[in-house]
Protein backbone atom coordinates (compact mmCIF):
# COMPACT_ATOMS: atom_id res chain seq x y z
CA UNK A 1 0.00 0.00 0.00
CA UNK A 2 3.35 2.28 0.58
CA UNK A 3 3.13 2.86 -2.96
CA UNK A 4 -0.43 3.15 -4.53
CA UNK A 5 0.32 6.80 -4.66
CA UNK A 6 2.92 6.05 -7.93
CA UNK A 7 1.55 2.74 -8.74
CA UNK A 8 -1.98 2.06 -8.69
CA UNK A 9 -1.38 -0.97 -8.29
CA UNK A 10 -3.39 -2.12 -5.54
CA UNK A 11 -7.19 -0.30 -7.48
CA UNK A 12 -5.96 -2.19 -10.66
CA UNK A 13 -5.63 -5.56 -8.52
CA UNK A 14 -8.89 -4.50 -6.00
CA UNK A 15 -10.68 -4.27 -9.17
CA UNK A 16 -9.49 -7.04 -10.87
CA UNK A 17 -10.21 -9.66 -7.75
CA UNK A 18 -13.86 -7.98 -7.53
CA UNK A 19 -15.07 -9.78 -10.67
CA UNK A 20 -13.07 -13.56 -9.18
CA UNK A 21 -15.39 -16.24 -8.04
CA UNK A 22 -12.86 -17.59 -6.30
CA UNK A 23 -9.95 -16.70 -4.19
CA UNK A 24 -9.00 -13.32 -2.58
CA UNK A 25 -6.30 -10.87 -2.57
CA UNK A 26 -4.82 -9.47 0.51
CA UNK A 27 -3.19 -6.13 0.79
CA UNK A 28 -0.78 -6.19 3.75
CA UNK A 29 0.40 -2.78 4.64
CA UNK A 30 1.94 -0.47 8.22
CA UNK A 31 0.79 2.49 6.55
CA UNK A 32 -2.92 4.54 6.91
CA UNK A 33 -2.38 4.37 2.68
CA UNK A 34 -6.37 3.54 2.26
CA UNK A 35 -7.88 6.51 0.85
CA UNK A 36 -7.62 5.26 -2.77
CA UNK A 37 -9.35 2.24 -1.20
CA UNK A 38 -12.87 3.15 -0.23
CA UNK A 39 -13.91 4.50 -3.76
CA UNK A 40 -13.45 0.84 -5.10
CA UNK A 41 -15.95 -1.69 -5.89
CA UNK A 42 -14.29 -4.64 -4.23
CA UNK A 43 -17.16 -7.57 -3.70
CA UNK A 44 -15.29 -8.32 -0.38
CA UNK A 45 -12.87 -9.98 -2.43
CA UNK A 46 -9.78 -8.34 -1.00
CA UNK A 47 -9.20 -8.33 2.57
CA UNK A 48 -7.02 -5.62 3.91
CA UNK A 49 -4.04 -6.53 6.73
CA UNK A 50 -2.24 -4.61 8.86
CA UNK A 51 0.76 -5.57 11.06
CA UNK A 52 0.15 -5.36 14.41
CA UNK A 53 2.96 -4.77 17.48
CA UNK A 54 3.43 -2.94 20.66
CA UNK A 55 3.56 0.49 20.44
CA UNK A 56 7.67 -0.20 21.93
CA UNK A 57 8.87 -2.09 18.96
CA UNK A 58 6.67 0.12 16.19
CA UNK A 59 8.76 3.01 17.95
CA UNK A 60 12.05 1.18 18.07
CA UNK A 61 11.82 -0.99 15.11
CA UNK A 62 9.35 -0.10 12.30
CA UNK A 63 10.30 3.62 12.56
CA UNK A 64 8.30 5.81 9.80
CA UNK A 65 5.54 3.82 9.87
CA UNK A 66 1.88 4.09 11.26
CA UNK A 67 1.20 3.96 15.02
CA UNK A 68 -0.52 1.20 15.93
CA UNK A 69 -3.71 3.68 16.62
CA UNK A 70 -3.49 5.10 12.93
CA UNK A 71 -3.57 1.82 11.87
CA UNK A 72 -6.41 0.60 13.55
CA UNK A 73 -8.78 4.05 12.25
CA UNK A 74 -7.29 3.47 8.99
CA UNK A 75 -9.03 -0.65 9.67
CA UNK A 76 -11.65 0.58 11.09
CA UNK A 77 -12.15 3.21 8.03
CA UNK A 78 -11.88 0.24 5.38
CA UNK A 79 -14.51 -2.19 7.60
CA UNK A 80 -16.61 0.97 7.37
CA UNK A 81 -16.41 0.44 3.64
CA UNK A 82 -17.23 -3.28 3.76
CA UNK A 83 -13.83 -4.73 3.24
CA UNK A 84 -13.22 -7.83 5.11
CA UNK A 85 -9.99 -7.26 8.10
CA UNK A 86 -6.67 -8.95 9.16
CA UNK A 87 -4.15 -8.51 11.30
CA UNK A 88 -0.70 -9.88 11.05
CA UNK A 89 1.51 -10.40 14.62
CA UNK A 90 4.62 -10.61 13.29
CA UNK A 91 7.65 -10.47 14.31
CA UNK A 92 5.78 -11.03 18.10
CA UNK A 93 9.24 -9.93 20.24
CA UNK A 94 9.88 -11.46 23.22
CA UNK A 95 11.26 -9.76 26.31
CA UNK A 96 10.49 -8.30 29.36
CA UNK A 97 6.79 -6.97 29.63
CA UNK A 98 5.83 -8.71 26.32
CA UNK A 99 2.93 -10.40 27.62
CA UNK A 100 1.51 -6.99 29.17
CA UNK A 101 2.20 -4.60 26.04
CA UNK A 102 0.71 -7.23 23.66
CA UNK A 103 -2.59 -7.41 25.81
CA UNK A 104 -2.76 -4.30 25.32
CA UNK A 105 -2.46 -4.16 21.55
CA UNK A 106 -5.53 -7.24 21.62
CA UNK A 107 -7.63 -4.94 24.07
CA UNK A 108 -6.96 -1.98 21.65
CA UNK A 109 -7.72 -3.87 18.40
CA UNK A 110 -10.84 -5.42 19.84
CA UNK A 111 -12.28 -1.64 21.06
CA UNK A 112 -11.45 0.25 17.99
CA UNK A 113 -12.27 -2.92 15.09
CA UNK A 114 -15.83 -5.06 15.29
CA UNK A 115 -14.93 -8.94 15.52
CA UNK A 116 -17.47 -9.53 12.97
CA UNK A 117 -14.77 -7.42 10.48
CA UNK A 118 -11.46 -9.81 11.00
CA UNK A 119 -11.03 -12.68 8.23
CA UNK A 120 -7.97 -13.88 10.43
CA UNK A 121 -5.63 -12.69 12.68
CA UNK A 122 -2.31 -14.56 12.68
CA UNK A 123 1.10 -15.19 14.79
CA UNK A 124 4.49 -14.96 13.31
CA UNK A 125 7.66 -16.14 14.82
Known sequence: MIWEAWTDLSS???RRFAGQDFGALELKTK???????KRLPHNRRTIVAWSL????????E???TASLTARLEAAAG????????AFHFD???IDDGCETEYGRVIEQLFTVIDAR????ISLGP
Not at 31 to 37: D, G
Not at 78 to 84: I, K, L, M, S
Open 117 to 120: HIAW
Open 53 to 60: NTDRVIRS
Open 78 to 85: CAAHGYPL
Open 31 to 37: TTAVEAL
Open 62 to 64: ERG
Open 91 to 93: PIV
Open 12 to 14: RLV
